[in-house]
């Protein structure tokens, strides 16, 4: 039975979105093409319709969840972006998370294309943070990038700190609490 185009892309809109949060939860290595296709309800074989391979998928998927951060960034300030960022609500939905947090370190062991799109995701949450439309160039619109730089690698860094510990432990959420407190006190 022939599938119509726009079942086709709605198709794989699914496949980009179930890879997504499948990717965000167990990593890039963690998740196999059979396993992937079974979660979003269809067969093995209908992935090579969609994607030429895996890593063609992998990319889709970073673009589209770096893509979600971004447009529920577009609604907060900074501070508020960074109040839920440093959350244990974040911290303990990785599927649904933010993209950086759950797949850079996976991200820096990808092929260059890959990275690209990290860097391009990166790029796009300074300058939606610091409320840029194109990136201006004032020595005070680069002062306060260079800030937000720090600050998003300080949160990156420590959502990934708390993840590594233990759910109950003391130390998870004290990575959180502190971080939060040193960003939101900097504003």
């Not at 990593?27 to 992935?47: E, K, Q, S």
């Not at 370190?105 to 943070?129: E, M």
């Not at 233990?166 to 004290?174: F, G, Q, Y």
Request: glycine fraction near 8%; charge should be negative; include cysteine.
């Amino acid at each position: 039975m022939r599938v119509s185009k726009a079942q086709a892309q709605a198709n794989r809109a699914l496949i980009v979105e179930t890879a997504s949060q499948l990717f965000r939860e167990r990593g890039y290595d963690g998740v196999g093409v059979a396993d992937l296709m079974a979660a979003a309800g269809f067969t093995h074989g209908g992935f090579y319709k969609h994607f030429g391979c895996k890593a063609d998928l992998i990319a889709e998927a970073a673009a589209s969840g770096i893509a979600k951060t971004l447009e529920r960034t577009q609604a907060v300030d900074a501070a508020q972006f960074f109040d839920f960022y440093l959350s244990r609500q974040h911290r303990d939905s990785r599927d649904a998370g933010c993209t950086l947090a759950a797949l850079g370190g996976d991200a820096a062991r990808q092929p260059d294309n890959l990275k690209a799109i990290f860097a391009d995701g990166i790029d796009s949450l300074l300058a939606t943070l610091a409320g840029e439309a194109n990136g201006a160039d004032s020595d005070a619109s680069q002062e306060q990038r260079a800030r937000l730089m720090g600050q998003l690698a300080q949160a990156v860094g420590a959502v990934l700190l708390s993840r590594a510990c233990p759910d109950d432990s003391p130390l998870a959420d004290e990575v959180l609490d502190v971080c939060r407190a040193q960003i939101l006190a900097a504003k």
